[in-house]
């Protein structure tokens, strides 16, 4: 076997993975492997259970992208037995998927990948009033005087000072490849600060329309949460517990926080860090081809309506032409095992559409513990997904593409103006810092609807009309014999689909195919690298291979998350197998 470099763990994402990667003669990254490290069985535990609360265990294969596999859940069973939901229901789902992502993108942003261009120690050096002039000069963000940035640099300086960095521990500081001035480092640190504050406000919408987060409330059929015409007090005074113009003057200032949040910082500070890093757009890419599977229904309606965010997929880089994708087309959709710690009852080199799909943990070949990974056999919990045989990348970079492709105005105009700041051409975002911006502005996309879809929910609570949930198909003895269906959504990470196949009311089998699956799975049967593998594998010389930074950046860029990828949280592979048998 080759000697390879070897990053395991990969910090600062969510889940267990790890990278291993071949260097050439050149220095540069020749090819590389993503083993997710930690089995899960979330497909088994649905098994036998009725439908209608697949999503409560589904929501809990990630508390990160929290919420969007109930969704997904609730949509596949709707498809299945032909729900159709209110209008008010979807209005709520898109306010609260779209809250996911403004919460989910700022905090990868600061906590999961800023720190991967911004030196923590480098910020101590930085003299506070130049910080304020250079935030000043970027944004009208009201935080910014000097005062403010003595005080954060402060308090990081008391942090590294007694010798516990804390949530700071661990970074490659001081390496040769970080460029940023301390005081761009300096500001950057005050918003990775400011962003863990923010937070706590933008969760707020999941708790009013789902009661709680992370994991908020789903039905089938609509949404938990009752709205009200009337004030917000009860007959008898109380406070009402319906939703109600009080609860929804709440979302409307929360929304006017994210906006402002997104405008005002996320967004200056992506570009003004990808200024430094000019040459991150230029490496990193990896595949090529993007796939989206849709979401948000622009008038209400999931059936028949427009989506937001157009489904397709764009292959080599050719935004002039999208096929269309078919989630029910078995020729289209596939998970392969071939290099995976997986068995097929139909081969390992075969290919499964999720329908048929099978999570069976009977694969006897070496598992972790190992010195190495397995290559040219299996080395991941991961299956390998492909969109007619073809490996795809999903995700923010997906979305922007493909709004882009279609002509949306808004994402021409973002995506031109930022590109055009930064002096790059179009294809600068087929790269590792194309993803972290076109994440940035995907938030804005997003963020600035969400007040949209709040004015049509007050419009119909105005016209008195208040429905959220379709009951007609609630009682399981209305239902078919035999049903299947699929729901599908944009995830923050990207496409997510959850396949179900429901027998005499219960289901017999469930399948979910996540964001990171598409991005971070190993090779297929004919040995074709996913997304994080070839990103790896275009253009990455390391300054010092026993900090490999550059790894962490273009890893980072497609913020992974494992917990989803490989749907029980239980490291114990053997352990599992007893669940599935009992
Ligand atoms: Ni656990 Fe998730 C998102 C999903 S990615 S974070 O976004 O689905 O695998
Ligand atoms: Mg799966």
């Not at 003669?25 to 098994?47: C, F």
């Not at 087309?329 to 329908?355: C, R, T």
């Not at 014999?481 to 429901?502: S, Y």
Request: overall charge negative; proline content about 6%.
């Amino acid at each position: 076997m080759n000697k390879r470099i070897v990053v395991d763990p990969i910090t600062r994402i969510e889940g267990h993975l790890r990278i291993e990667a071949e260097l050439g003669e050149d220095g540069a990254i020749k090819s590389a492997y993503s083993s997710g490290t930690m089995v899960r069985g979330i497909e088994l535990i649905l098994k036998g259970r009725d439908p209608r609360e697949a999503w409560a265990f589904a929501q809990r294969i990630c508390g990160v992208c929290t919420l969007v596999h109930g969704l997904a859940s609730v949509r596949a069973v709707e498809n299945a037995l032909g729900y159709d939901i209110p209008a008010n229901a979807q209005l709520i789902r898109n306010l609260m998927v779209g809250a996911q992502y403004v919460h989910d993108h700022v905090m990868h942003f600061y906590h999961l990948h800023a720190l991967d261009w911004v030196d923590v120690v480098s910020a101590l050096k930085a003299d506070p009033k130049a910080t304020s002039e250079l935030a000043q000069s970027i944004s009208s963000y009201a935080k910014s005087s000097p005062g403010y940035f003595a005080d954060v640099q402060k308090k990081v300086k008391t942090f590294v000072e007694s010798g516990q960095l804390g949530i700071f521990a661990n970074g490659f500081w001081g390496h040769p490849e970080y460029r940023l001035p301390p005081e761009a480092n300096l500001m950057a640190l005050a918003h990775y600060l400011e962003a863990l504050a923010w937070q706590r406000d933008v969760v707020q919408i999941h708790t009013i329309f789902g009661g709680k987060n992370p994991h908020p409330n789903f039905l089938v059929g609509g949404v938990p949460a009752p709205l009200s015409a009337g004030p917000g007090t009860a007959g008898d005074g109380s406070a009402s517990t319906a939703v109600n113009i009080v609860t929804l003057n709440q979302v409307r200032a929360i929304i006017k926080s994210m906006r402002d949040f997104v405008e005002q910082v996320y967004i200056p500070d992506t570009l003004a860090i990808a200024g430094f890093y000019k040459d991150w757009f230029a490496r990193g890419e990896g595949l090529g081809n993007f796939m989206t599977y849709g979401d948000f229904p622009a008038d209400g309606h999931a059936k028949n309506s427009s989506l937001l965010i157009p489904a397709g997929v764009i292959l080599n880089r050719d935004l002039s032409h999208i096929e269309p994708v078919d989630l029910n087309d078995p020729q289209q959709i596939q998970e392969f095992a071939a290099h995976s710690w997986y068995e097929y009852s139909v081969g390992k080199e075969a290919g499964l559409h999720p329908y048929v799909g099978e999570t069976n943990l009977a694969y006897s070949g070496p598992k972790p513990p190992y010195e190495q990974l397995d290559v040219e056999k299996s080395y991941s919990w991961l299956k390998a997904p492909r969109w007619r045989n073809k490996a795809v990348e999903v995700g923010p970079l997906a979305r922007v593409l493909m709004l882009y492709a279609k002509g949306h105005e808004q994402t021409r105009e973002l995506t031109d103006g930022a590109l055009k700041k930064l002096d790059l051409p179009l294809t600068a975002m087929f790269s590792t810092m194309g993803r972290t911006a076109a994440r940035a502005l995907e938030t804005k996309i997003i963020a600035d609807q969400m007040d949209g879809w709040l004015d049509s929910l007050l419009a119909n609570i105005n016209r008195g009309e208040v429905s959220v949930h379709n009951n007609v198909l609630w009682d399981p003895a209305t239902w078919p014999a035999k049903a299947r269906g699929v729901g599908f959504m944009e995830a923050p990470r990207g496409a997510l689909a959850h396949w179900v196949v429901i027998k005499d009311g219960k289901i017999e089998n469930y399948q979910a195919v996540v964001p990171s699956t598409w991005n971070a799975g190993p090779r297929d049967a004919t040995g074709q690298s996913g997304a994080y593998e070839a990103a790896l594998a275009d253009r990455h010389q390391l300054a010092d291979a026993k900090q490999p930074l550059e790894i962490q950046r273009t890893i980072h860029s497609f913020d992974p998350c494992l917990a989803c990828a490989v749907h029980v949280v239980d490291p114990d592979g053997a352990e599992l197998v007893s669940i599935e048998v009992t």
